[in-house]
């Protein structure tokens, strides 16, 4: 399977990764829409860590063990398809995922009202997700494992 | 005290699209834009606007647009905005304008008053799609005459030949220093003249370590400061350029300042950390033809004669006089570089108002070398300012042997032409040694948007020349029979060795 590779020496840190997230994950999947009208606004499942100059972009690995599903109280972490996909109506919100997770890339949906677990799912609607798509440095790249 | 310098540009933010993502905060270097959290908004500081565009193109809503101050000063045709502008600079700062990039002043553009011939009827073009093309070329001396000795039927050529630079087109990058220019922009004039067998040259900045594995496309500098210059540097180069003089500022040497030496470039430069890089204005050791044969041989004895070697001078006045002892010094390959070439950093005021447009210097040149039976002796390479392949085909039909591109490439891999290159603040990470900056030229990008170029121009070259009924870039080598002038007195026609059109 595809995954998601980042190239920190040429990630910009200009989060424009986030921007399209946000947008991919709104309701509208209008930029305008999503940022303007929707509240709250849409929160981005890939995060920019910076320090001085150095950044990269940081989203669920879909890890091949990953210790987020054996954690998962409820079965609403899953693996499908080679995925990590969070089910949030099986949700409680206990974030046990978030402890577990070596990457802090599982991020609570709180921004949204809601108790639930936020993160990655590989835009499942696309073939090349948002965050590669539209990185104007080609910092992110989808290639074989 | 009250500056009276308005900006030059206006930052026009739509209200209705600016989802206050912040690129555009995050990307001007020249910080132009600031985030008010207070009242969530983005507010932009006109004056501090340089006009590169980089925040337009990020902006993921398209919500930005920069455009020129329309600041309307009492209408004069003397004392136009910019002199004004100048005059309250200095007045201000009581120092030289700087500037970066090439002359930007409306002189006559001479590629533009020169026109192509096409076949019809009597000679028939030829389709570059279907028929070869050849855009090979070699440059390097070539010999007065050859000598074939015909040994068992097989000829052997007798002549021994200098070296030569093998061209699979004739377009080479310019100098441009790393120092001058990042260490990833190099990497991607390096990659890309090995992709498209060509060369790059490193301009006075020595060569990276990381860069010698391009060697063979490299062509080394040495100029006034001697930076970098040792024994590897000259022998792992394809060959060796001694610049006298550059378009962008003739008469004047450079100047990198301290705090852009950091440590890998007083590496390469080999100068200690931190220090100013000062190129002299002359050769300490070259004040006449005769010292700058000194020179080239000792740079062909030190490579043993296995190298050509090029000196480029900024096109001036006696250009052709300077040429013609160049070649007769030993130079293989001379290079000649217009008013319009660019810059790093010069004086505003030297980069605009001294040299001469290429057009004419590389014909008087041209000129000069076939009168004096000494053209084969060396080649040509010009630049400054080649805009496209078009002023590609002209120069070569003038006389030049290959190109040199070094604006052009730039824009390529994302120039927006916005002169700031001297401030060392480049939003587009070509002109900076900033690692925040540095990173914003991917060079796999960068690599890729030369290649594209490259080989958009050459198909262009063929399509041209296959118009013309020529199927080799040597059968149309200062074949001036293949230009017309439109618009031009007759002396500008007589220097630039061509034929009004109608004729």
């Not at chain 2, 004040?287 to 190298?307: C, G, M, P, V, W």
Request: proline share 6%; with cysteine; charged share 20%.
């Amino acid at each position: 399977m595809k995954k998601i590779y980042v190239k920190e020496e040429v990630c910009i840190g200009c989060h424009l990764c986030e921007i399209y997230c946000a947008v991919q994950h709104s309701k509208s999947k209008n930029i305008i829409k999503a940022f303007k009208f929707e509240s709250p606004r849409p929160i981005p499942k890939i995060i920019v860590a910076e320090k001085g100059y150095i950044s990269f972009a940081l989203q669920c690995r879909h890890c091949e063990d990953a210790p987020c599903v054996e954690a998962c109280l409820t079965g609403a972490m899953r693996k499908e398809n080679g995925r990590i996909v969070c089910h949030t109506e099986k949700c409680v919100g206990c974030w046990t995922c978030i402890m577990v997770c070596p990457y802090g890339v599982v991020e609570r949906d709180i921004a949204n009202g809601r108790k639930v677990v936020s993160k990655c799912d590989f835009c499942p609607d696309l073939d090349v997700p948002v965050c590669v798509a539209y990185c104007p440095n080609e910092a992110l790249i989808l290639a074989e494992e | 005290m009250l500056s009276l310098i308005q900006p030059e540009f206006i930052v026009e933010r739509d209200r209705e699209k600016c989802i206050q993502c912040k690129a555009c905060v995050r990307q001007c270097a020249f910080e132009v834009h600031k985030y008010e959290p207070e009242d969530d908004e983005i507010v932009s500081d006109n004056s501090k606007c340089v006009g590169c565009q980089r925040c337009v193109s990020l902006c993921p809503t398209q919500a930005l647009t920069v455009r020129e101050n329309p600041l309307k000063f009492k209408e004069n045709a003397y004392w136009t905005p910019p002199v004004l502008r100048n005059i309250y600079k200095q007045a201000e700062s009581g120092g030289v304008l700087l500037t970066g990039m090439g002359n930007d002043r409306p002189y006559p553009i001479y590629w533009d008053h020169i026109l192509l011939n096409a076949s019809q009827v009597t000679n028939p073009p030829i389709d570059p799609l279907r028929e070869p093309m050849e855009l090979r070329t070699y440059l390097g001396r070539k010999p007065d005459a050859l000598e074939i000795h015909l040994s068992k039927g097989s000829p052997k050529l007798k002549t021994e030949l200098a070296p030569q630079l093998k061209l699979d087109m004739p377009i080479l990058f310019s100098a441009m220093s790393y120092g001058a220019i990042s260490f990833n922009t190099s990497l991607a004039l390096a990659r890309a003249a090995e992709i498209m067998g060509t060369y790059y040259n490193t301009g006075e900045g020595g060569l990276h370590p990381d860069l010698y594995k391009y060697s063979k496309n490299t062509i080394v500098q040495v100029a006034s400061g001697r930076f970098g210059v040792d024994i590897d540097y000259l022998n792992v180069a394809a060959a060796i350029e001694i610049k006298i003089g550059q378009g962008a500022k003739p008469g004047i040497g450079g100047h990198l300042p301290g705090e852009k030496v950091t440590e890998p470039i007083s590496l390469t430069r080999m100068i200690p950390d931190g220090t100013d890089a000062l190129s002299p204005a002359p050769h300490h050791d070259i004040y006449s033809i005769e010292d700058l044969r000194q020179l080239i041989h000792a740079l062909k004895e030190a490579t043993e004669y296995t190298k050509p070697v090029c000196v480029k001078i900024a096109a001036v006045h006696n250009s052709a006089a300077v040429a013609s002892g160049m070649v007769r010094a030993g130079a293989d390959m001379i290079a000649l570089d217009g008013f319009r070439g660019g810059t790093g950093a010069a004086p505003t005021v030297i980069r605009d108002n001294v040299g001469i447009p290429i057009e004419l210097a590389l014909a008087a040149v041209d000129n000069r070398l076939r009168k004096e039976g000494i053209r084969n002796q060396a080649s040509i390479i010009v630049g400054g300012g080649i805009r496209s392949s078009s002023d590609v085909i002209k120069a070569i039909a003038l006389g030049a042997d290959a190109i040199y591109i070094g604006t052009a490439a730039l824009v390529a891999m994302g120039c927006h032409m916005c002169q700031k290159c001297y401030t060392g603040k480049c939003n587009w990470g070509i002109a900076t040694q900033d690692p925040y900056l540095e990173k914003r030229l991917n060079p796999k990008i960068a690599t890729r948007r030369l290649v594209h170029l490259l080989n958009a121009w050459a198909l262009e070259i063929e399509e041209m020349m296959g118009g013309m009924g020529i199927n080799s870039i040597e059968s149309l080598r200062g074949n001036r029979l293949q230009l017309r002038g439109v618009g031009l007195t007759d002396t500008e026609l007589e220097i630039l060795g061509i034929l009004p059109a109608g004729i």
